[in-house]
Structures are given as C-alpha cells and as structure tokens.
C-alpha cells in the first residue's frame, strides 16, 4: 500500500514539513493562503488526512460536503473553534489537537503584553521611534506595578498554569476561575473563585485562557468590566470573541479599564482599528504560539496524531 496522503493547508516549519514529506505523500502550496470552504470540500476527496491551522473552518455546512475518503483532521492548533466537532464527529472523522506544546509561548507572549500594556510600550516606543522625544519628566509614561499585583486568570488549562508559574515570578499575587479547582499542587498558593463575577472584582491584571465555546464567547461584556477594579490591565491570547469589543472599548475611553494587551480580536485577520486609537493598547497579530521551537513541537504533534492514526491506533490527542 503507498503512502497515505495528506493535505498541509499553510506554511508549516521545515521540520515539520520535512518528517511529512518522508512519512506522508503531502500536497502542500508554498503560497501559504488560508483554505477556502471550496478548497476543504474539494481536497477532502483527494487526501486520507488533512493537517489545517485555525485559518481553516470546518463549519457544519462545510462538514456535510466534505468525500467520505477523509478520515482525519489533525489540527496544527490547540483551539479547535474553527471545527464543528459533532458535525465531524456525525460523520465519523477523527480530529485531534496539539495540547500543551505551545503553553509556555503562549504565556510569554501574554507577559509580553501585559506588561507592554502596564508601563506603556506602545506611547514609549512611538515616542523615541518618531523623534519626538524631546524632554524627561518623572511624570511621563507612569505605569502600572505588577509586583504585589493581584492577577486573575480565567481558564487555569496548560496556558493558564504556565502564565501562573511565570507571574509568580514577578512576585504577583494569583487569583483564577476555572470550571474546577486544581489541586494543591497544581494551585501553588493561587485563589480559586468559583464565581467569575468575585474573580473580577479582584483582579488588577485580567488575563484570558479559556476556549471559545458557546457557554465563554462574549464573556467579558459591559457587565462584567464594570466589575473590574478601575484602572485593570486586560490580556486576551485565547480567542477574540470572548471579549464584547465594543464594550471594552468604552471602558478604555473611559479610563474604567487602563490599558490592554491582545493577541486576539473578533475578526481575524485584520483585527479591530477602533482599537489603534488607544495607545494604552498592545496589538499583536494572533501569534501567541508563534516561536521555533514551538512550532516544531506543533507540528510534530500534528504528525504524531497522524502517525497514531494510521497505525489503526488511537491518537494521543484525539478529541
Ligand atoms: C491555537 O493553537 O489554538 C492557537 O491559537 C494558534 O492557532
């Protein structure tokens, strides 16, 4: 039997592309664009498993047309958001993800903007770039302290426990909410909230790292900003549409929120302009995951999955 055949949608790193080439016979475009609707239905009837990023959507409309030849969809993602998982699951397709290889790039990116956010990188940086930056006074850029802080997480999974653990180190004090309480272990000292509305009102950091599903999107709306202590620094590396952006731009007009680092926005690629013009806001183009050695682990993980797959075996990650 040749080898099985699979479809990388976008521009995976040579590592990973290399281990698929020998393992796999692989359709790959170096032209690196997302997957349309069309181009899913119309690959699925020329590949056994498809290795895709968030980029491609596997809506129930899609799903319903895809050839009976797929059998698996391994995603180069730990979000699975884009995929409608009992329409996949209906038609018996394997899907699987790449949990916790991008944990800890994902929480450094989420310090990054955190305190990028706090002490003002974006006005700083504008300053000295443009040659503006005339005179000194000890009252420019004053920012917000994150030592003695109290930070509050929502969603303690691997991104929020590796984003815990770094915070710690800058000496901030640890508050999350997630559907269950972790163990002593797992807790290091951080307060569990079993109500997300008493985690809000602590939390002079807020940062996001839950899953986008029916019961999360739109979770950070008018309501529960107004909860926040005034002047709360905002982080979102988890998904754009947990945050009503409307709301958290009037919040930010108002001085209610102080400053905010995203990764993520309701509409991907593109993001929303409304928000450039806050300079108290720290933008980044959904690339939480993004460094070499991670994408490596990603890809090898997605691979794997396959591997697993092929083999008659059940894939690690398979969900
Ligand atoms: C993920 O893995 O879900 C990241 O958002 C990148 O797709």
């Given at each position: 039997m040749g080898k099985p055949v699979i479809w990388i949608t976008r521009q995976l790193s040579d590592a990973t592309l290399n281990r698929a080439r020998r393992d796999y016979e692989v359709i790959w475009d170096p032209a690196d664009a997302p997957g349309s609707a069309e181009d899913i239905i119309a690959m699925s009837a020329r590949v056994d498993g498809m290795i895709p990023c968030h980029s491609e959507h596997f809506s129930a409309d899609v799903v319903a047309q895809l050839d009976p030849r797929l059998k698996i969809i391994a995603n180069h993602s730990v979000g699975v958001d884009h995929c409608d998982l009992p329409s996949l699951k209906a038609r018996g397709i394997v899907v699987t993800n790449t949990p916790g290889v991008l944990?800890?790039?994902?929480?450094e990116l989420a310090l990054m903007l955190m305190l990028g956010a706090a002490r003002h990188a974006v006005?700083?940086?504008?300053?000295?770039?443009s040659g503006q930056w005339q005179s000194w006074s000890p009252a420019m850029l004053v920012g917000k302290q994150l030592s003695g802080a109290r930070l509050g997480i929502i969603g303690m999974g691997g991104v929020g426990r590796a984003f815990a653990r770094k915070a710690r180190g800058l000496d901030m004090e640890i508050h999350y909410h997630n559907r269950r309480p972790l163990n002593p272990e797992e807790e290091a000292g951080a307060a569990y909230h079993a109500d997300l509305d008493d985690l809000l009102a602590v939390s002079d950091f807020l940062s996001l790292h839950c899953p986008a599903t029916p019961e999360t999107v739109g979770l950070?709306?008018?309501?529960?900003?107004a909860r926040l202590p005034k002047g709360c620094v905002i982080v979102n590396t988890a998904r754009g549409n947990l945050v009503d952006e409307a709301a958290l731009l009037e919040a930010?007009?108002?001085g209610h929120v102080g400053a905010a680092g995203l990764d993520c926005f309701v509409t991907e690629p593109g993001g929303n302009p409304a928000f450039?013009?806050?300079?108290?806001v720290m933008m980044m183009p959904h690339v939480g995951s993004a460094t070499v050695a991670t994408r490596d682990a990603m890809g090898f993980k997605a691979l794997d999955n396959l591997d697993h797959f092929f083999r008659g075996e059940t894939p690690p990650d398979q969900l």
């Open positions: 944990s800890d790039a994902t929480a006005a700083g940086d504008q300053l000295v770039r950070l709306n008018a309501a529960r900003l930010l007009t108002s450039a013009a806050h300079d108290n």
